[in-house]
């Protein structure tokens, strides 16, 4: 069996988990920009697969990239780093 290559990770907080077996990432990053050598703070949003519904809201999750399992969804959640203090 071969190795699919190098598919990305990232590591983001969830935002929102109303969907079914879908979750949605936000990822922040800091980029340093061109002109102005200062940092900023970039965002993007990520849905994510979530086969056993597992992830809350506040959660911090690592995700990978995957083939495309619907229109919008082209990631799988990996795993919970980290739950939400959140816990209501």
Not at 5 to 23: A, F, I, P, Y
Not at 50 to 71: L, T, W
Request: proline share 2%; aromatic share 4%.
């Amino acid at each position: 069996m071969t190795e699919r290559g190098q598919r990305r990770k990232l590591v983001g907080t969830v935002v929102s988990n109303r969907m079914d077996k879908t979750v949605l990432i936000l990822v922040e990053r800091l980029t340093r920009h061109s002109t102005y050598k200062k940092y900023v703070r970039r965002r993007a949003k990520f849905m994510a697969h979530d086969p056993q519904n597992n992830c809350q809201i506040g959660d911090k999750v690592r995700i990978i990239e995957s083939r495309p399992i619907s229109k919008n969804k082209r990631w799988q959640v990996l795993d919970v780093l980290e739950r939400s203090k959140l816990e209501a």
